[in-house]
């Protein structure tokens, strides 16, 4: 596949749980975005990393919230101890430095 | 920091009419997208565009960067032209800011 891709699509968990979301960028591509879409709005900005270095998290909404893209490819979006306010549409883009994004299917996030 | 703005929020169109949405955006930006979201929820990258015009079959973007503002022309819309169409604006280091959208309905 020559795609974004993210693991799980869907993710039903309970109030309190840890959740892990997985993001595969497009090989070569440096940089690497995760945002978050509520339903009916625009995807909003969480964090960016060119290779494994993490370069903007000003978009993370609290401390429950980290990523990691350890090895300059995969990368994980962790919520700790997750709260109902956290369920939306999280997405994955990656590109060439500064150049387009290409968005992946997105992982739906449920907490009930 | 950078503001969008997308109008019109929602529009109804028949088969084969045409149609131009706008995005207006607060400050000097680095590049431009837009993107389609589909019913199915994947975001199609459709045309990156930081100034000028680009034409993709029935689809043709213009980004006047210094009036701050992008146009998204429909020509002899289809069924599957239906969804969200969003314009995001990329501030200096790369994140995308996005508009809210407009949702687009088109009627056989």
């Known amino acids: 596949g020559a795609g974004v891709s993210q693991s799980p699509r869907y993710k039903v968990t309970k109030r309190g749980q840890d959740v892990a979301l997985r993001c595969d960028p497009i090989s070569g591509h440096v940089s690497l975005y995760w945002y978050r879409q509520a339903l009916g709005q625009g995807p909003e900005f969480l964090t960016y990393?060119?290779?494994?270095?993490?370069?903007?998290k000003s978009g993370l909404p609290n401390d429950r919230f980290s990523a990691e893209r350890p090895e300059g490819s995969i990368s994980t979006l962790t919520i700790q101890r997750t709260e109902q306010r956290d369920s939306a549409m999280y997405r994955c883009a990656s590109s060439l430095v500064q150049n387009e994004q290409f968005f992946g299917p997105g992982t739906r996030l449920t907490v009930l | 920091g950078i503001q969008v703005e997308q109008s019109p929020p929602d529009l109804i169109l028949q088969e084969g009419a045409n149609s131009t949405l706008r995005c207006n955006f607060s400050d000097s930006v680095n590049n431009l997208q837009w993107f389609h979201q589909n019913p199915w929820g994947q975001l199609i990258n459709l045309f990156y565009i930081p100034s000028g015009t680009k034409q993709n079959g029935r689809l043709s973007a213009t980004t006047v960067a210094t009036e701050r503002y992008s146009l998204l022309y429909i020509s002899s819309s289809q069924t599957t032209d239906s969804g969200v169409y969003f314009c995001?604006?990329?501030?200096?280091?790369?994140?995308?800011?996005f508009g809210q959208g407009t949702e687009l309905s088109v009627k056989p």
């Open positions: 990393f060119n290779y494994e270095a993490q370069q903007d």
């Open positions: 995001a604006v990329e501030e200096w280091g790369g994140k995308l800011i």
